[in-house]
Each structure stands twice: as C-alpha cells, then as structure tokens.
C-alpha cells in the first residue's frame, strides 16, 4: 500500500521532500552555527573572568602582624601628637618581639617585615584616643608586600638566597611569627577605603572610584538633559530640511568618533581656553558629556519614533498643543528607551580612559577627591597605572580593581535590562 | 532662524561656563614627566604627603618629552611645577621654556637608573657585549665581505654573530619608539655597539643622517618585538618563553629576581652596586626640574626637593633604594643637595 502511494505521486513528491529535507538541513547548520558563535564568545568571556578573578581574588584578603607596641610616655611629650616617632614604636615593637636580632643589616631586614603604613595607623589609633598613650597594646598591622606575596604563594621561597626579594633570616622570622599565630590573612578594607600609593598594602581604589563618580555625575547631570531636548526637538519639532539632515548626520558621526579625539578637544577648549583646572572630574565629566551625548540623542530619538503616530494624532485631536502632546504623552511613552540609552553610555562612560589621559587624570593621586574641582583619577586609570607599576602586589591589584569595574558595570547594564522589561509598553 | 538661536544658546552657555569658574589658587604640587622616574617621584610625594601639612603632590606620567611641553607652557598655577625626566633637558626645550617666560629652573640630579637585557630564570645566562647586540639587533649590519657597506640584517641566531653564543634564535621584546627606554637604549647600547666599527664611527662626523639611520633603526623582520610600554608583559612573557630577551629597566629586574635574569653585558653583571659604581656601561642619569618662579607661590615646593633630596629618600639605603632607583656617589649627592638647597639654577 505505501509503496503503491509512494510510487503515484512519484514525480512530485520525491522533489518535494528532497528539497524541505535539503532546507532542515540548512536551518540547522545556521542554528548550529549560532550555537557555535554564541559557545566561542561565552568561552571568551569564561577565560577572562576566569584569568582575573584567578589572579586577582587574592587581593581581597591582606596579611597582618601582631606586635606588642608599647606606647611610651616618653615619646609623647610633644603637644603635637603627628610629631612623634610612630616608625620608631614599630621598630622598637619589632626588636622587643626579637630580641637576639642586634646587628645593624638585620635589624633593617627585620623591619622590613612591617609595611611602612604601620607608622600611620598607629598615628591614626592615638589622634582617635589619646589614652592609649602610656599602655601596651596588641596591635595587628599591616605586613609589607613582599612578605603578603609569599604567604599567598606568588613568591618562590626556593630560588637562590640572592634572587628573592625576601632573605633566609627574613623567612625564618616569618615562620616564627605564624607558628607563634601572630601573622594572620584578613579582609582587606584598606583595597576599598583609601587612595592610590606606591605600597601595594596600602593602595586602595576608593579615590579612583570616588573620581568616577563626580566624572559621571557630571556627564549625567550635563548629558542627559541636552540629549533627550536635542531628541525631542529633532524628532518632534525641527523641520525637515537641508539643516536638520546636516545634524543628523554630524550626530551619527560622532557616535562613533574614536574617544580620544574628544579628550583632544576638552584639552584644547575646557583647560586651555576656558582655563578649567587640569585633572578634575569637572574637565573629565565635560569630556565624557561630549562622548556619551550622540549615544543619548540617538538612543533618544529611536524610542521617540516607537511611539505610535495615533498617540499623537489622539492627543492632537482632542485639543491638546503640540508641547502638552509631547510632554503628556510622548515623552513618558518614550522615556524608558531614552533611560537605557542613557545608562549604556553612561557604561561606557564609566569604563573609558582615552579621553582622561589627554586632560591629565591619568595621575599618582593619594588624596581622595572631595569635590568636582579636586585632582582625580578614574576607575579606568587606576587600572592602567597599576598594572604599570614594578612591584609584584599589584598584579592581584589591577586584577581586583577590574573586577570592581567589572561589578558596577554588570549593575548599570542589568539596571538597564530591567528597567527596559519593566516599563516598556507594547503596542 | 532657528539655526540663529541655537547659535545665541551655545554662545550663552559658553559664557556663563567660563565666568562661572574662576582660576582657584591651587594648594597642590603639580608634577609631569618621564614614566622612568614616576615610580620614585610617587614615592617621595606619598611620603611627603603623609609626613607634611601639605597636600599629596599630582604626578602625571607624560614621558620626557612630554612632560617639558606641559612644563615649558608658561608660568601660573595652570602649568606644572616640576618636570621629571629620563635625560637631561634638551637645548631646544630650554629655548621653547624662555620663549614661554620660564626663565629660571633648577635642574636636581636623583640618581641611576639601569637598563637590562634579561631572560627567563630557566634559560642559561648570556653573556655579550654591546657590540654583538648591536649586530643582533640593527635593521642593517656592515657587510662582513665587503667592509664599509650595509646589508639587511643576516643574523638569524646569536651563534650566528659569536660562535661561543648559544645557538638560539635572536628574539629581542622591547619598548616602543615613544619610550624613553627605547631611546636611552638606542643611545647607550646601539650607538655605542657600532662605534665599535670604526667607518661607522668615521660616519657619525661625514654624514650625520646616515649614522643616524645605521645606528637608530632596529630590525623590523621580526627578530626585535614591540612588546609596549609595559614592562611587567615583558617579564610574564619572557617566563613563558625561555629563548627571548627582554629589554626594561632595572627595578623591574629587582622586583622579579627570582624569575628572571639580567645578561651580562661587558662583562657586567646589572647589580645595584655595579650600576651605582658607574661599571655597568647601560645605566642613564634620572632628573627633576624645577620652576623657579613658583617657589613660594604654591606651597611646598621647597619641602618636596628637599624630601626628595634628603639621604632618607635617595640614600644608599633609602626608600628609593628600595623602589629599585640607583643612588649617586656620596660626594655628588651632597653637592647636588647643596645646589638645590641654595635653589641654583641653569
């Protein structure tokens, strides 16, 4: 019976289903190959999280040292308590925790245990309370970053004697102070709460990040109004003519316009001919204004056009002028797409450095900004100066600081996501 | 019109932008210059920052060059204080400095810096001589048949140049031409290695640009690799590849001793106390400049050159020491210290 039907309709079917068999055949290698492009590109992604996370989670945890730190009257007689001689508490800690260390190479090996911020923590624990002068206190600071690096594992401690940073007497007392539970790996606060400095164990990215933040303040405050009236206006307002199709297109170009030439453009016109102050947030937040405005008007514009023309044909019709139109109806129709725009330049606002170096935030900066007009650094920079620097610590730093980077800007693109899934209205 | 009024709004705005801020005094040091010295002048700042009533200095990493273009734009709180550089100002500088009423700079001498040929702790050391670079890795040699000529470089491996050298592929990672190591290697390793040819020697008084071209240019067929201007890539890379060589500075050597080696070059091993007794013949001076015009105007200058200058920052066993800078000569520290203290200038 089948082969009976088979053969009646011969002709017209083996043609047939040669031909669907051949178009399943395509449809799934187009499917597997959009399979495959998608495996490739998560397996790129993988690899670099996998390779900073790898190298950078250490970074987190930092290496302390008990010292018994006696806080002697006698070096307290000044009014002035940051004259005191804090290095000197340390040392002196350092030589009564090993006293058969006497001669005068080894006692300066021995204090090169201690991270040179030791001195500045103690300065800070007695500005705070001035009655720990005259006691004797346990105190767990900081230890320096050749000794962070080989309790963490980053340092051979088999090479030759000349070829490590750290000595045989200086691993010697290392062993003694973990076996006494007096070295100890904690949270490292200090990676979230200080500037940038030239110890590894010291260096933190709050300044970097706090510099962000006013640049980015800046470019919202400044970008996003201008962009959504240059969208509205070109959208809804503007006549179509020779002028507009100009600007369209000069908007179009600058979007893409590589992000260096307007670091160029801030140098020349806000610090030098303006006079604003090289490397503060405020050149930087200008500059940035410049390279997210186009993202914005484009953005901007596109979500104006989704919304239907009977909206404003309905508004219109019922009375309402062309301003109360768009600004009861269209505006709030189209301000979801106009947000994400606005949060995805924003992202690539936040992860840019190109146009910062040219106005001079790419800087050594200890001290972390309070304000718009305060020298700053950007996330970005700091990541690029660390991973610059000689000493082997800062390697987990950089790696750390992008993965901060990495943090806030998995949060501005999944806070745009959402807002996209929550507000958009379908037609 | 409305092209009109859009123009008369972005002239507004300009306007009230400009007037809206005013040029505020500035209360911190401004520091620009060569990326060589920023790991030392960082240092010192932080330092003085922290042990001082005076605010952190701002250092920009520009290089050199870069850095005396900022430096020499004029005089007032909008241009730097402090120039740092890998070399010493060129005369050409000098004269865009005055031209810009920078007349008076006090020139701070701050010590050594080395500049190392290294490989990976798992290959063997090597041992050459500035010569025998020289010929591994210019774009063109003198032709060994024919003497007085050039051909494009023919040395594939460094047993090529010296029998006694290991049979290995030349393969030199290096800084970009826009590094100051670049032209401090150039200069020292380079030019030097080809003097050692006498009709190139003869050259460089004859015809200035042909000794410019035979001794500048590096190979381009591969052997000598742009590595950039990060040294720590250099080092990761010499690691997973024991036949290259690196070229970078000595504090990166010092940092990374257990996993990299310097070459040996004259027969020099780049030690902290050869560099700093002037026998390994690849080291380079390191400077500050400072304007003289803003002493006084914006506070601390004077207390950060002497920090700066003080045996607890560039002494034997200070903390720059430590930061892999080589200290001068106890005479020359303590006339340079002199100098600076009585604030002489050029």
């Known amino acids: 019976m089948a082969t009976e039907n088979k053969q009646t309709m011969k002709p017209f079917s083996v043609h047939m289903n040669k031909d669907l068999q051949r178009r399943y055949r395509a449809e799934k290698r187009f499917q597997r190959c959009g399979i495959a492009a998608i495996a490739i590109a998560l397996s790129f992604l993988a690899l670099l999280f996998a390779s900073i996370i790898g190298s950078g989670y250490?970074?987190?945890?930092?290496?302390?040292?008990?010292?018994?730190?006696?806080?002697?009257?006698?070096?307290?007689?000044?009014?002035?308590?940051?004259?005191?001689d804090y290095a000197g508490l340390i040392k002196q800690a350092l030589r009564t925790a090993f006293p058969e260390v006497k001669e005068r190479r080894a006692l300066k090996s021995l204090y090169m245990l201690v991270s040179p911020g030791a001195a500045f923590s103690l300065q800070d624990m007695v500005k705070e309370d001035s009655r720990l002068i005259g006691s004797r206190q346990k105190i767990w600071v900081p230890a320096n970053d050749d000794?962070?690096?080989?309790?963490?594992?980053?340092?051979?401690?088999?090479?030759?004697?000349?070829?490590?940073?750290?000595?045989?007497?200086?691993?010697?007392?290392?062993?003694?102070?973990?076996?006494?539970?007096?070295?100890?790996?904690?949270?490292?606060?200090?990676?979230?709460?200080?500037?940038?400095?030239?110890?590894?164990?010291?260096?933190?990215?709050?300044?970097a990040v706090k510099g962000s933040f006013y640049s980015l303040l800046i470019t919202l405050l400044l970008s996003f109004p201008i962009g959504v009236a240059a969208a509205v206006y070109l959208e809804e307002f503007a006549p179509k003519n020779f002028w507009t199709d100009i600007i369209e297109v000069n908007i179009n170009n600058l979007a893409a316009v590589p992000s260096i030439i307007f670091g160029l453009l801030g140098l020349a016109i806000f610090i030098n001919f303006w006079g604003l102050p090289r490397s503060t947030p405020l050149v930087g937040g200008?500059?940035?204004?410049?390279?997210?405005?186009?993202?914005?008007?484009?953005?901007?514009?596109?979500?104006?056009?989704?919304?239907?023309?009977?909206?404003?044909?309905?508004?219109l019709g019922i009375g309402a002028s062309k301003m109360q139109m768009v600004t009861h109806h269209v505006l709030p129709l189209a301000m979801p797409g106009m947000l994400t725009g606005a949060i995805i330049g924003m992202a690539r606002a936040l992860g840019d450095t190109a146009p910062l170096l040219m106005i001079g935030m790419v800087a050594f900066i200890v001290d972390i900004p309070g304000g718009f007009t305060d020298s700053a650094t950007a996330l970005p920079?700091?990541?690029?100066?660390?991973?610059?620097?000689?000493?082997?610590?800062f390697t987990e730093k950089t790696s750390a600081a992008i993965m901060v980077l990495l943090a806030f800007l998995i949060c501005m693109n999944a806070a745009a996501v959402i807002m996209r899934k929550k507000f958009e209205t379908k037609w | 019109m409305n092209v009109k009024s859009l123009f008369l709004a972005s002239a507004l705005t300009m306007t009230l932008?400009?007037?809206?801020?005013?040029?505020?005094?500035?209360?911190?040091?401004?520091?620009?210059?060569?990326?060589?010295?920023?790991?030392?002048?960082?240092?010192?700042?932080?330092?003085?920052?922290?042990?001082?009533?005076?605010?952190?200095?701002k250092i920009e990493s520009t290089g050199t060059g870069g850095g005396f273009k900022l430096?020499?734009?004029?005089?007032?709180?909008?241009?730097?204080?402090?120039?740092?550089?890998?070399?010493?100002?060129?005369?050409?500088?000098?004269?865009?400095?005055?031209?810009?009423?920078?007349?008076?700079?006090?020139?701070?001498?701050?010590?050594?810096?080395?500049?190392?040929?290294?490989?990976?702790?798992?290959?063997?050391?090597?041992k050459l001589t500035r010569k025998e670079i020289y010929l591994a890795l210019a774009k063109e040699v003198p032709d060994a048949a024919h003497a007085g000529k050039f051909i494009a470089n023919p040395y594939k491996t460094w047993k090529d140049i010296n029998p006694e050298l290991p049979a290995t592929a030349i393969e030199v990672l290096g800084p970009p031409p826009t590094s100051g190591t670049r032209d401090a290697f150039v200069e020292m390793v380079m030019v030097a290695g080809a003097e050692k040819f006498d009709f190139i020697k003869a050259m460089s008084k004859s015809d200035k640009n042909a000794f410019k071209a035979a001794t500048e240019t590096l190979r381009e067929d591969g052997a000598y690799i742009e590595a950039g201007e990060n040294d720590n890539l250099i080092v990761q890379k010499l690691q997973a590849n024991p036949k290259a060589f690196g070229i970078f500075g000595f504090s990166f050597l010092d940092q990374n001793a257990d996993v990299v080696q310097g070459a040996v070059i004259e027969g020099e091993v780049p030690t902290f106390e050869a560099i700093s007794a002037g026998k390994y013949p690849v080291s380079r001076p390191l400077f500050f400049y400072v304007k003289k015009a803003h002493i006084d105007v914006i506070p601390g200058i004077k207390e950060f050159t002497a920090e700066f200058t003080s045996e607890k920052a560039w002494g034997p066993e200070g903390y720059l020491a430590d930061k892999g800078m080589i200290p001068m000569p106890d005479a020359e520290r303590k006339q340079v210290a002199a100098d600076v203290a009585s604030l002489k200038t050029m």
């Open chain 1, 381 to 393: 920079v700091q990541i690029y100066l660390w991973a610059d620097s000689s000493e082997r610590a």
């Open chain 2, 17 to 57: 932008v400009s007037t809206g801020t005013a040029m505020a005094a500035r209360d911190a040091i401004s520091i620009v210059g060569s990326s060589t010295v920023y790991p030392f002048s960082t240092a010192v700042a932080e330092q003085f920052g922290k042990t001082s009533n005076f605010k952190t200095p």
């Open chain 2, 71 to 126: 430096f020499c734009g004029g005089v007032g709180v909008s241009f730097p204080d402090i120039s740092n550089a890998s070399r010493a100002i060129k005369d050409s500088e000098k004269e865009t400095c005055t031209a810009n009423g920078v007349k008076d700079i006090v020139e701070v001498k701050i010590g050594y810096d080395g500049i190392v040929l290294a490989n990976a702790k798992t290959a063997a050391p090597m």
């Open chain 1, 58 to 84: 250490t970074a987190f945890r930092q290496t302390f040292i008990e010292l018994d730190v006696h806080f002697s009257e006698d070096l307290f007689k000044d009014e002035n308590l940051a004259a005191a």
């Open chain 1, 147 to 207: 000794v962070d690096m080989l309790i963490k594992g980053q340092m051979k401690a088999t090479e030759a004697e000349a070829d490590r940073r750290l000595k045989d007497d200086q691993l010697g007392w290392i062993g003694q102070l973990e076996k006494d539970g007096k070295l100890e790996t904690r949270f490292n606060t200090t990676f979230f709460t200080s500037g940038d400095s030239r110890e590894p164990e010291l260096a933190g990215i709050w300044g």
């Open chain 1, 286 to 315: 200008l500059v940035l204004t410049l390279m997210t405005l186009p993202v914005i008007i484009i953005a901007g514009r596109a979500s104006l056009k989704s919304v239907p023309p009977s909206i404003r044909e309905a508004a």
